[in-house]
């Protein structure tokens, strides 16, 4: 837990600013992680889980959407534009 906050405040010292996003590794997260999280004054994370999200949806618990660098160029057009596509 402590991990978490002495990281940010490492992150935001070297960069001069405040760091609001985080991201969960290893798609490790649970509800002491996510309470560490948002104590340690994160605003918006990302899971590791796939999906689009919604409005309302907890910022602390953000899906993602897979974008390979050999998908072609519509593909990520499309799905950053909220359509399911199949590949």
């Known amino acids: 837990a402590s991990e978490v906050v002495v990281s940010k405040r490492r992150i935001e010292e070297e960069l001069d600013r405040g760091v609001p996003l985080f ?7 649970d509800r ?11 605003s918006v994370a990302t899971t590791t889980k796939r999906g689009f999200n919604h409005f309302g ?3 602390l618990q953000l899906k993602r959407i897979s974008i390979e660098p ?9 799905q950053t ?4 596509v199949e590949r």
């Open 32 to 42: 002491l992680v996510l309470r560490t999280v948002k104590s340690a004054g994160f």
């Open 23 to 29: 991201c969960y590794p290893n798609w490790v997260f």
């Open 70 to 78: 050999d998908y072609p160029r519509h593909y990520f057009a499309e």
């Open 57 to 59: 949806e907890d910022p």
């Open 81 to 84: 534009a909220g359509f399911r």
